[in-house]
């Protein structure tokens, strides 16, 4: 190897090695900062695209969530309050029954009569506040079934059904002007009653199932959206025990690159003695 005061090839190799060592710290100091064997497109473009792809859809999954848990929480709302509505036609019905009884005198028959339209007016005061996030799917405001988003392309939906529990509607026949000042009156209200009852307490087996499928609907986009978020951590998540085991043989290898820099730079001092007489 020929020795020159003007190219040092040894420091020059040494300089290499030394760099790549450098860069190779700095990829894992990178890792380790960030928790990612994978935070950019440099790093590896394919597995970057697919991870942005994922969490792309984990995102739309959270929209979709937030929608499920609205649903929930309608549905939850309206049969609470249907709940309370079939009670107080349980009670309606023992006035009209009383009511139908020909041996109570007129004062009695005007205090059922006072304590149905009471029970009326309960059912209606029910209705009316059985609302949430601004809708009330009893009240028979919404003219169509309110739907809410199932998949992360919004592509898919389920449906909670409205139900019109005001008086005088498709299911509570009695309107708010129904009285049972007589016999005659308690006992064509009877039949109405009893065929609001069924209706009703059929319009909330309905919502409860209606219930039931978006509240599994929500438990398994919670499951995906988990299974999603793993599946990116395993394309992109450093193994830190590992990084932390390349960094200490990588500091080592850095300070002996340093040291190899350092005496290939004194090598041409060597030529010195080579003139000294």
Do not use: C
């Not at 309608?74 to 309370?84: C, H, I, K, L, N």
């Not at 149905?116 to 309960?122: M, V």
């Not at 509607?169 to 002007?177: D, R, T, W």
Request: aromatic share 4%.
């Amino acid at each position: 190897m020929t020795i020159s005061v003007h190219t040092n090839n040894s420091a020059l190799v040494a300089l290499q090695n030394l760099n790549k060592t450098n860069d190779k710290l700095a990829d894992v100091q990178s890792r380790i900062n960030t928790g990612l064997k994978v935070s950019g497109p440099k790093d590896n473009a394919s597995v970057w695209a697919v991870a942005q792809g994922q969490r792309a859809d984990v995102g739309a999954l959270s929209a979709v969530k937030m929608s499920l848990d609205r649903a929930t929480s309608m549905a939850d709302v309206a049969m609470a309050a249907g709940e309370s509505i079939s009670d107080l036609l349980n009670q309606v019905k023992e006035k009209v029954v009383a009511g139908m009884d020909p041996s109570i005198d007129t004062a009695s028959r005007n205090a059922l009569n006072s304590d149905y339209k009471a029970l009326l007016r309960q059912i209606s005061q029910v209705v009316a506040t059985a609302e949430f996030d601004g809708a009330n799917i009893l009240d028979g405001s919404l003219a169509a079934n309110i739907t809410f988003l199932a998949n992360a392309d919004a592509t898919a939906f389920v449906t909670l059904g409205v139900k019109n529990f005001s008086l005088g509607g498709a299911f509570i026949s009695m309107g708010a002007a129904s009285s049972i000042a007589t016999k005659t009156m308690a006992t064509n209200v009877l039949g109405q009653l009893n065929n609001s009852i069924a209706a009703v307490n059929a319009a909330l087996g309905d919502l409860g199932a209606q219930a039931r499928q978006i509240e599994a609907h929500n438990t398994f986009v919670s499951k995906l959206t988990d299974v999603l978020e793993s599946g990116i951590g395993n394309l992109v998540d450093a193994d830190l025990a590992r990084e932390s085991a390349r960094l200490q043989a990588l500091q080592v290898q850095q300070q002996l690159g340093a040291q190899a820099l350092s005496i290939a730079n004194q090598a041409p001092q060597v030529i010195l003695s080579l003139f000294k007489g």
